[in-house]
């Protein structure tokens, strides 16, 4: 009888289990609907504080105290939050929008902004410091759908030192690249997942046309260029100008890269180490927005309105090693010193890619991968 | 006498309520909506493109291959167990049952472990993978049914002049032809299915049409492609599904056991050589990749150290990742065992409910777990049914994947009970509920344990729902590794590793008290015999 009694009690535990769960995600769906209600309960009985969290690819590595300003002045706590190469964030977010994993994605760049609208991922937001934001930037969101952060270019980086010692040009053009002096010389990071790797494909198209940059690429893999995941197995594993002493001296990274390898050297070499090919640069714009269906949305405007002002841009140029969106934003003198702004960078309309992105990472797919 | 059946049918239909919910709401549905969603606005290009035809080609030709090659080592195996009695047999038959309980994504990481980098995105690998996976599963299928070849069978045939390879090919094989079809079967598919040793050793050249479907989705961003490519997947499965049932339930998996042993004592050399040479090889194969996976936890290139396993105890991620997989596998037994009772229980009242059981339970296998974390996905996306972020998803998603596993752990031993049993607990009184309990629970109730036992080695292993359903939040193991893995630095490599032979000792340690507890499968009546 005993025995007996104890099985019930076990089922029915195991009953309760259940029925509590499903309760539990009954009222956490409520939440949900009635997100604004929710708010106000908790900042009316708000001795917690409240956490952001911020989603970022796996690079964003601003100064380690940055976010304190912004918690002593608002009282709100920043968790960020890594979650792979931007393009992962941009798919993982289309795919979550409205329920999202996070209340601020940073990072999605003019290459995936397409994808993020079509999703419709991010909640408009006119930030307070957007008349100090760049121009052009802010052209690509005439409606305020994200807000422009930072801007950078993708170019091909060398290893001065590793051409210098055996007396051979450095690759100056992206024609270049697919000449038998530079065979397996060349790492890329791949395009689906990354962004810089995406940005130096759309360069490609941007350079050969659409027609043409499918050959390109076909003797560029013919010539032995490397393909990996992700940039910073490209650029710290695969590239011999950086730490990770790779073998291969010419790498897609960004325009800002050289400054990065001079200012943290020690001690400081007589010239740069690496340098970069003007001629194949292609423009990125990042964005930061607020995910929709975030809970707090209030203090998620805060956030931003802090990640656009002077003194979070001004940490940019040294931790992230990107151009502040933020003109009045100051640039420090090393980083001025070393690194190269090419003039006329290689563009893609957003619109062209906004509508052959799919088809042209298919193809990629298909002629480089398999 | 039609009182009581119309009582019991009527007690049938209502236990099969629960079940079919579940399964309405989180198999069919999603895809459902996946099928909806493709065929509202095809896009055949995708069909018509050379990409595709070369993944489904892929995925044919490497199922095929790993199917061969696991039988190939399986037949030895199955051979020397069937057929002798020698030292050290219990470890041969456990072992090599092991690779088979494995989460597929740490086979993936154990066969990244024991081979050089330079064959790790390459067919050979995936192939190899896929043969360690299932060669202990095909030996015993095999074997099992060997063992139960009378002895007096080949005496006869020895007597009558028979040499071994004719006793072999007009005796053996006949008796075993059916057992070995059978088996290839389940092999293939489950090597064309097969997700987290693809996703691990094959890379983005080397895509399996299980693997694409995360890719596009996940990666490209291309959901309807990976649609287009689910509901190819699920047609493809189904059919294949069709068939081994067409030749499945004729097998003679009840064939009495013989009541003498077939094993005989080793008494010649060149025996005890081949015996000796099939189990060393059996054991070193099937334990090479598992040390692998242990000396990757504890080396660098730079040497020994103890840090990934150091950082398993230290860091909040890993550690949160750990607790993360143990409360989904609770769950997931939960979910998975009640309504596995329910459906279990059903069978037995009456025939037709029976076979709309069988049907229902094996949905979930022909929807395959990529398939069926993606139809989630985008099917439960819109207020108020937004479940993505919810924590009972994932618990919710593996029941349904070990829900087969455990209804077809619990519904032999039922049905073996004896009517007359049930019929006499009805004449003295009790009602159908308190025969249940005190007739079918007491028996029934060492393969719950077994059941709720594979259903939380199938959650803490899961990976292709996994890898759709889990969010920063909510990391299990498997998707944990996959994202260590997929970052340069030594330390995160030796974690990796580290999780992976954690995961490994707890399904060891899960399948140890599945053989303790679940007496009724043919491997231990068949041990038990010997």
């Not at chain 1, 962004?195 to 032995?224: C, H, M, R, V």
């Not at chain 2, 094959?202 to 959901?223: H, K, N, W």
């Amino acid at each position: 009888m005993n025995r007996t009694k104890t099985r019930v009690g076990l089922l029915l535990t195991v009953g309760a289990l259940i029925f509590g769960a499903c309760n539990t995600g009954r009222s956490t769906e409520r939440n949900d609907a009635t997100g604004d209600s929710t708010d106000q309960d908790q900042t009316a009985g708000s001795t917690a504080p409240v956490t952001l969290k911020l989603l970022a690819y796996d690079s964003f590595t601003p100064s380690a105290n940055i976010f304190d300003d912004f918690t002593a002045q608002t009282g709100i706590k920043v968790e960020v939050v890594l979650g792979g190469d931007a393009g992962e964030l941009v798919t993982r977010a289309a795919l979550t929008a409205g329920n999202p994993e996070a209340d601020i994605l940073w990072g999605v760049d003019n290459t995936l902004l397409s994808r993020a609208l079509t999703a419709r991922i991010f909640l408009p937001y006119e930030t307070k410091n957007i008349a100090n934001l760049d121009e052009q930037a802010q052209a690509l969101v005439p409606n305020n759908e994200a807000t422009p952060v930072d801007t950078g270019d993708v170019c091909i980086n060398y290893d001065v030192n590793w051409f210098n010692q055996r007396n051979i040009a450095p690759p100056l053009t992206l024609r270049a690249l697919t000449s038998s002096n530079y065979a397996s010389l060349l790492v890329v990071p791949s395009p689906i997942a990354s962004s810089p790797g995406l940005a130096f494909l759309l360069a490609t198209i941007a350079e050969f046309g659409e027609d043409g940059w499918g050959e390109y690429w076909k003797s560029l893999k013919q010539n032995g260029a490397l393909i990996v995941g992700d940039w910073t197995t490209a650029y710290y594993t695969e590239f011999s100008g950086s730490s990770g002493k790779g073998d291969r001296p010419i790498v897609v990274s960004y325009a800002s890269s050289p400054p990065a390898e001079m200012i943290f050297a020690s001690p400081r070499p007589a010239t740069a180490p690496t340098a970069v090919a003007a001629l194949t640069c292609f423009r990125q714009v990042e964005f930061a927005g607020i995910l929709r269906g975030t809970k707090r949305e209030r203090e998620a405007q805060q956030l931003i309105d802090y990640l656009t002002d002077v003194k979070f841009q001004e940490d940019l140029p040294l931790t992230l090693f990107v151009y502040p969106a933020n003109n009045k934003a100051k640039l420090p003198d090393d980083f001025v010193r070393y690194s190269l702004r090419p003039e006329s960078p290689l563009q893609l309309d957003p619109d062209l890619i906004a509508r052959n992105l799919l088809m042209w990472l298919d193809q990629f797919t298909n002629i480089v991968l398999r | 006498m039609s009182q009581a059946r119309t009582k019991y049918s009527n007690t049938a239909k209502l236990l099969t309520v629960l079940p079919t919910i579940f399964v309405l709401v989180f198999v069919i549905a999603p895809v459902a909506n996946i099928f909806g969603k493709t065929f509202r606005d095809i896009s055949l290009s995708l069909l018509r493109s050379g990409t595709i035809h070369e993944i489904i080609w892929f995925t044919t030709w490497q199922a095929l291959v790993s199917t061969v090659i696991a039988l190939a080592l399986a037949a030895p195996v199955a051979f020397c167990v069937a057929n002798f009695r020698f030292y050290g047999q219990r470890l041969v038959t456990s072992l090599t049952g092991i690779p088979f309980i494995l989460p597929s994504i740490v086979v993936g990481v154990a066969f990244l472990g024991v081979l050089p980098s330079t064959l790790h995105r390459t067919a050979f690998a995936l192939i190899l993978a896929h043969a360690y996976f299932n060669f202990g599963f095909a030996a015993r299928m095999i074997g099992n049914r060997w063992l139960q070849i009378h002895p007096y069978l080949d005496d006869a045939a020895r007597t009558l002049g028979a040499s071994p390879s004719r006793l072999f090919s007009t005796i053996t094989l006949p008796i075993l032809q059916r057992s070995i079809l059978n088996t290839s079967l389940i092999v293939f598919t489950l090597c064309f299915t097969s997700y987290g040793v693809v996703r691990m050793l094959g890379g983005p050249s080397r895509s399996t049409i299980e693997t694409e479907i995360f890719f596009r989705a996940m990666q490209l961003g291309d959901v309807s492609g990976a649609m287009l490519l689910s509901v190819v997947q699920i047609l493809i499965i189904g059919s294949l599904f069709v068939v081994s049932t067409r030749f499945g339930s004729r097998d003679s998996r009840r064939a009495s056991a013989p009541t003498i042993s077939r094993q005989r004592r080793i008494d010649s050399t060149a025996k005890r050589f081949v015996v000796g040479l099939a189990s060393l090889g059996a054991i070193g194969f099937t334990t090479a990749p598992l040390l692998a996976i242990l000396v990757r936890s504890l080396r660098t290139s730079a040497g020994f150290t103890l840090e990934g396993w150091r950082s398993v105890a230290t860091s909040t991620d890993l550690w949160r990742g750990l607790s993360t997989s143990f409360v989904y596998a609770l769950g997931t037994l939960a979910i998975a065992v009640l309504l596995a009772i329910f459906a279990s229980t059903a069978t037995v009242f009456d025939e037709r409910t029976a076979a709309f059981i069988s049907v229902l339970t094996s949905l979930p296998i022909v929807v395959s777990s990529v398939s069926i974390g993606l139809g989630v996905l985008v099917t439960f996306d819109t207020p108020p049914i937004d479940w993505r972020g919810s924590q009972l998803m994932l618990p919710l998603a593996h029941a349904m994947i070990a829900l087969p596993l455990a209804v077809r752990m619990i519904t032999p031993v039922l049905q073996s009970i004896p009517a007359p049993l049930r019929q006499a607990s009805s004449v003295l009184g009790a009602n159908t509920w308190q025969t249940w309990r005190n007739i079918d629970l007491p028996i029934v109730r060492r393969s719950l344990v077994s059941a709720a036992a594979i259903s939380a080695a199938v959650s803490l292993g899961e990976f292709g729902a996994s890898s759709f359903l889990v969010r920063q939040n909510n990391e299990t193991l498997p998707i944990l590794i996959s994202r260590l893995l997929s970052r340069p630095g030594d330390i995160l490599q030796t974690q990796a590793f580290a999780l992976s032979m954690i995961l490994v000792v707890f399904s060891v340690a899960l399948i140890f008290l599945i053989d303790t507890f679940d007496d009724f499968t043919p491997t231990n009546r068949a041990a038990s015999d010997a």
